[in-house]
Each structure stands twice: as structure tokens, then as C-alpha cells.
């Protein structure tokens, strides 16, 4: 399974290839007559990519107008409290906006001036001042970026026709089980990863867009698993649920016999016992609950021969963590009977 994350991959290497000195140098000796197109002065325009404006870090307190050929936008670290039409009245091709780390707040937005950004596909808003998800949003989005806001409203509607946006992220918010209704992800049909983790949610989120390959819900309050939840969620790989209040009363038995899910992540819970696993799981984190023991032949997904054959698919675990409970040394060996990928124990 590969899951796209390159965008991010890519603000890296733009950030190395064009944030540097190197850069600055070329054009601090460029023929200044060369130097035709448009660049607000408070910005840096780099020759050699003109569709690139860079103005972060520069203690801005408003958006410059923004260039008509300008698709990648960053203005992340100022001190920016709008965001108005008039910036963007020329900037019909805008794909990237980085906004992070500003003072932006829901009522700072004009009305609209989201949705009127056709082409945009990241929005970078993370550690603002938005207490709602900023609604209308242009449906060509394909990241939105909200962690590190105090958001605990989402407007109804607002993600219901973004049927492009891969990933959301969320967390480190004040959502409350209640902002969440059972159409608040209705329509994003290409979402593929989903932040929650660190908000207040006592319950797992329902109904959930049905291509959903990561689910992080990490630092909320949430007891309780319902019977059959990853239904529908098929596609399900990766799932962080750690430091929550998972108790083995809140685990239906079976609830984690789901063939997709390589990577489970439990740590810090309430646990007592072992839950069920896949033999298709690679890396399990039980770390940190009041598990007192380990039984071997309990927890081993397939059956094992007096000769240490399978019957059945051989595990696929390689990475365990148990560090934290209560279970007394030595490890138990028999791990290594069932599991023969295993690369690592944390005990
Ligand atoms: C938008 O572009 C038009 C035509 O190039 C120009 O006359 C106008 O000044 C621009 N508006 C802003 C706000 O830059
Ligand atoms: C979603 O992406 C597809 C393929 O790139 C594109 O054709 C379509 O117009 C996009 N939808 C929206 C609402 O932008
Ligand atoms: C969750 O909280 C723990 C302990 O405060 C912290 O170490 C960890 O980074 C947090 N994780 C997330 C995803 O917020
Ligand atoms: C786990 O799920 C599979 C496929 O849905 C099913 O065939 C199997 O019986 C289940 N295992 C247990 C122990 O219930
Ligand atoms: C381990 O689990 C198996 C199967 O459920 C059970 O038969 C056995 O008694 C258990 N062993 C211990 C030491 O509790």
C-alpha cells in the first residue's frame, strides 16, 4: 500500500532549494534590468521560479496584493490577522497558500475569498486563531491544514463538496463529540488521512468517508470502541488511538480483526489483556496500559503445530511494544515461535 504523502516531501525540498542563501546570492547579482515582473516589495520573488512569491517571516501584519502569475504562496510566520479579497483579485492561479503560524481568526476571513481561489489545492492554516473551520472552502482542495487553532465548530456542510481532499488535519483543536455529525465528512470521497488526535472526543467519529487509509485520534477521552466500527472503513492501514481511555470493557473482542490494518498504535490506554489480532498486522504498540501478562498461545493469530508449523497465514508482525505495564521479565520466548518476522520487542 502507498499512501500519498509527497506534497509534503516537496515543501521540504522547496524550502531547501529556494530559502537558502544560495538563492539570495543569485539575485543580489542579477542584472536588476532583467528584473521585469511584478514583486511586492516586502517579498522575495526567486528569478528562477516566478511562480513563487515568499513572504514569510517578515512580520507582516496584512497580505500584499498578490501577483497575477503567483500559484505557490507563503506567508507562514507573520503576523497576519486577514485575509482579504483585495489581496488575491488577480490571483486566479493560486494552488498553494502556507498561512501557518499567523494571527488569523474566523471573523478576519472575508466572506468568500476562499471559494473564489478556484485552482487551490493546500491550505496551510495551522496555528491561528480560528475557532470554526473557515467556510466556504473552494472544492478543489486537496490538503487542508488546521492543527494549532481552537477550533470547536464546524459549520455544517463546509467539507460536504471537496470530493478531492486527500488529508485533514485537525488536531490540537477543541472539538467536541458534538461538532462532529454523522454528515460532517459526507462527500469526501477521496480522503485518504484524517487528524482528530488531541481535541476532546469521548467517541470514535462516525461515519467516516469509506477510503480512509489513516485515522490518527491520539490525546482525546475516548472509552469506547463500537462492535464492527472499521466496516466501514475497509481500507483502514494505520490507526492511533493512543492515549485515550481504552479499557478492555470499551473492546468488543473482535473489533481489531481487520485484515487491513498493518499499523496499531494503543499505547498509553487502560488495558489490561492482549487484544485480538491479524496475522496481517506489522507493528503493534500496547505500551504503556495494565497488561500484567503475556499469553502466548492467546495472542498468536494462527494456530501452531507441535512442530511449530502454521496452519494458516504466518504472522506478520515485526515491531512490538509492551514497555510500561506490568508484566514481569523474562520475555516470554514463545513470542518467537509465533511470530518469526519479529525485529523488535520493547519490554
Ligand atoms: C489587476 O490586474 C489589472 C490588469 O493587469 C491591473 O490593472 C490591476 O491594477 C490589478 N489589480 C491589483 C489590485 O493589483
Ligand atoms: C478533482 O480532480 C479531478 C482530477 O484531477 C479534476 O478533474 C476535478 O476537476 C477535480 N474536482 C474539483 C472539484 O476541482
Ligand atoms: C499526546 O500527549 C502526550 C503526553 O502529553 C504527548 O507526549 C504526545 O506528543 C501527544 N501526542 C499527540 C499526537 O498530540
Ligand atoms: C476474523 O474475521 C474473518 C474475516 O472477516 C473471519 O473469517 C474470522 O472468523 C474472524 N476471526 C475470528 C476469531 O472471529
Ligand atoms: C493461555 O491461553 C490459552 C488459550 O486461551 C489457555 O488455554 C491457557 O490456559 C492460557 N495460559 C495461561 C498460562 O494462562
Known sequence: ???????????????????????????????????????????????????????????????????????????????????????????????????????????????????????????????????????????????????????????????????????????HNKLLDSALQSDTFQGLNSLMQLNI???????????????????FLDNNSIEVIPENYFNEIPKLTFLRLNNNKLSDEGLPPMVFNVSSILDLQLSHNQLTTIPFITAHLEHLHLDHNRIKSVNCSQMCPTSISEDHGYFGTMPRLRYLRLDGNEIQPPIPMDLMICFRLLKAVVI
Open 197 to 215: 488526535a488531541k481535541n476532546s472526543l469521548t467517541k470514535m467519529p462516525l461515519s467516516l468517508p469509506s477510503n480512509t487509509v489513516q485515522l
Open 1 to 171: 500500500m502507498t499512501v500519498k504523502l509527497y506534497p509534503r516531501l516537496l515543501v521540504f525540498l522547496l524550502a531547501n532549494t529556494l530559502g537558502t542563501q544560495n538563492v539570495r546570492h543569485i539575485y543580489d547579482e542579477m542584472d536588476w534590468s532583467l528584473y521585469t515582473f511584478e514583486c511586492p516589495q516586502e517579498c522575495f520573488c526567486p528569478p528562477n521560479f516566478p511562480n513563487a512569491l515568499y513572504c514569510d517571516n517578515k512580520g507582516l501584519k496584512e497580505i500584499p496584493t498578490i501577483p497575477a502569475r503567483i500559484s505557490y504562496l507563503y506567508l507562514q510566520n507573520n503576523l497576519i490577522e486577514t485575509i482579504s479579497d483585495i489581496s488575491f483579485v488577480n490571483a486566479t492561479q493560486i494552488k498553494w497558500i502556507n498561512l501557518n503560524k499567523n494571527k488569523i481568526t474566523n471573523n478576519g476571513i472575508e466572506k468568500g475569498v476562499l471559494s473564489s481561489l478556484k485552482k487551490l489545492l493546500y491550505l496551510f492554516l495551522e496555528d491561528n486563531e480560528l475557532e470554526e473551520v473557515p467556510a466556504p472552502l473552494p472544492s478543489s482542495l486537496e490538503q487542508l491544514q488546521l492543527a494549532r487553532n481552537k477550533i470547536s465548530t464546524i459549520p455544517e456542510g463546509v467539507f460536504n463538496n471537496l470530493e478531492n481532499l486527500t488529508m485533514l488535519d485537525l488536531q
